[in-house]
C-alpha cells in the first residue's frame, strides 16, 4: 500500500468499528483507558480497543499517528509481515538493524501520545531498540517465547530480559505455528 492507500484503509477501519459501537451499544463500548476497560466490563460490555495493526499505516506521518489516536487507537505494532519503511519485521529482510531514525521518532511520539508500542511481528533487533527508546511498557500483544518455539515472531530469551526493567508484557498467541514447532 501507498502511505494515502494505508491511511485510508485504516480511517476506514476505525470507522467500522465506532460503527459497531454504535449499532450494539447495549454489547459494545469504546475503551481509551485502562479505567474504561474495568468499568465497561464492570457493566457486563465488552470494552472495544482499536489499535493499529502496522506501523506502515501511519505512511511515514506523525501528524496521521497523531490523528489516529485522536481517533481511539491505542496501541500499534511497529510492523507486520513486511518491514516498513522505518523498522524490521521479523519475517522480512532487515533494513535498518532495528529501528531506523524515524522509528526511534515514532515510539517517542507514541510515547508522548499514550499510545502503547506493540512489539508483535518485529525483528529482534527491532524489539531492542524500541524497548530502549521507549520510555514507557511496552507490549508484544499476541506473540509467545522463542525459547520454547523457534518461530522468529516469538520473543528471544534476551529480549524477554529486558521486559522486567521496561514494565513490558508479553500475550501468547494461541495460533498453533506460534506454540508448537512441530506444527511450525
Known amino acids: 500500500l501507498t ?46 480497543l482499536i489499535g493499529i495493526e502496522c506501523g506502515r499505516q501511519i505512511g511515514g506521518s506523525l501528524a496521521a499517528l497523531r490523528q489516529f489516536y485522536r481517533l481511539g487507537a491505542r496501541y500499534m505494532t511497529l ?25 526511534v521518532e515514532v515510539v517517542h511520539e507514541m510515547n508522548r501520545l499514550g499510545m502503547l508500542v506493540d512489539l508483535s511481528h518485529v525483528s529482534a533487533d527491532t524489539m531492542k531498540d524500541a524497548i530502549a527508546a521507549s520510555r514507557a511498557p511496552v507490549i508484544f500483544s499476541h506473540s509467545s517465547a522463542r525459547g520454547l518455539v523457534g518461530h522468529l515472531r516469538n520473543v528471544p530469551d534476551d529480549v524477554l530480559q529486558l521486559l522486567p526493567a521496561n514494565g513490558g508484557v508479553v500475550m501468547v498467541n494461541c495460533v498453533p505455528d506460534f506454540v508448537s514447532d512441530a506444527v511450525w
Open 3 to 48: 502511505g494515502d492507500e494505508a491511511i485510508r484503509r485504516t480511517i476506514e477501519e476505525i470507522d467500522i468499528v465506532d460503527r459497531m459501537i454504535k449499532a450494539y451499544p447495549n454489547d459494545l463500548e469504546q475503551a481509551l483507558t485502562a479505567d474504561d476497560v474495568v468499568r465497561i466490563h464492570k457493566k457486563g460490555k465488552v470494552a472495544s
Open 79 to 103: 510492523t507486520h509481515n513486511q518491514t516498513t519503511e522505518w523498522a524490521d519485521s521479523a519475517t522480512d529482510d532487515p533494513k535498518y538493524g532495528g529501528l531506523s531514525p524515524f522509528g
